[in-house]
């Protein structure tokens, strides 16, 4: 990996990453808004609501990848053509694929990461929210007085 290769694929991992955590404190804020009101009415503890946005987070990271990879490329080959760096490397001999050959090799991977997120840790972590959700909704009723035997049967 050259020293171009490293300072590019740096500079668009530092925009990556800041893009990633905006998106998901946005997805999380919003989620929240939604169910926060939810849980606190239904008794649920700190661990329950920690364990269920834990548990959350792979859901978001299938929409928050793309998104994130997507703005963070502009921004970066933005910044870059508006600082002529990419105009310099072209005068110095480089072709387009060169200059983005890092970035083609991080699409490639993350298409990969994506696919296997998808197939084995997408379905684990819903498996766990649905759980959740249950136990609380359990735990409420059983605060409500309804017999133990009776919750979640259904007549």
Same mark, same amino acid.
């Given at each position: 990996?050259?020293?171009?290769? %490293?300072? #590019?694929? %740096?500079?668009?991992?530092? &925009? =990556? #990453?800041?893009?990633?955590?905006?998106?998901?404190?946005?997805?999380?804020?919003?989620? =929240?808004?939604?169910?926060?009101? =939810?849980?606190?009415?239904?008794?649920?503890?700190?661990?329950?609501?920690?364990?269920y946005?834990?548990?959350?987070?792979?859901?978001?990271?299938?929409? $928050?990848?793309?998104?994130?990879?997507?703005?963070?490329?502009?921004? $970066?080959?933005? /910044? =870059?053509?508006?600082?002529?760096?990419?105009?310099?490397m %072209?005068? &110095?001999?480089?072709?387009?694929? %060169?200059? /983005?050959?890092?970035?083609w090799?991080?699409?490639?991977?993350?298409? #990969?990461?994506?696919?296997?997120?998808?197939?084995?840790?997408?379905? #684990?972590?819903?498996?766990? $929210?649905?759980?959740?959700?249950?136990?609380?909704?359990?735990?409420?009723?059983?605060?409500?007085?309804?017999?133990?035997?009776?919750?979640? $049967?259904?007549?």
């Amino acid at each position: 990996m050259s020293l171009f290769d %490293r300072y #590019l694929f %740096r500079e668009w991992l530092k &925009a =990556m #990453l800041v893009f990633i955590l905006l998106i998901l404190g946005i997805l999380v804020l919003e989620d =929240m808004y939604k169910n926060l009101k =939810m849980f606190l009415g239904k008794g649920a503890g700190l661990p329950n609501i920690l364990a269920y946005y834990l548990f959350l987070l792979p859901s978001f990271f299938y929409t $928050v990848i793309p998104i994130s990879f997507f703005v963070s490329l502009l921004f $970066v080959l933005n /910044t =870059m053509h508006g600082n002529n760096e990419i105009i310099a490397m %072209r005068a &110095a001999g480089l072709t387009v694929f %060169r200059i /983005t050959r890092v970035l083609w090799l991080t699409t490639i991977f993350l298409t #990969l990461l994506m696919g296997a997120l998808n197939a084995y840790i997408l379905p #684990l972590g819903s498996a766990q $929210v649905k759980t959740i959700l249950e136990k609380i909704e359990f735990n409420d009723q059983k605060n409500k007085g309804y017999n133990v035997q009776s919750i979640g $049967v259904v007549p």
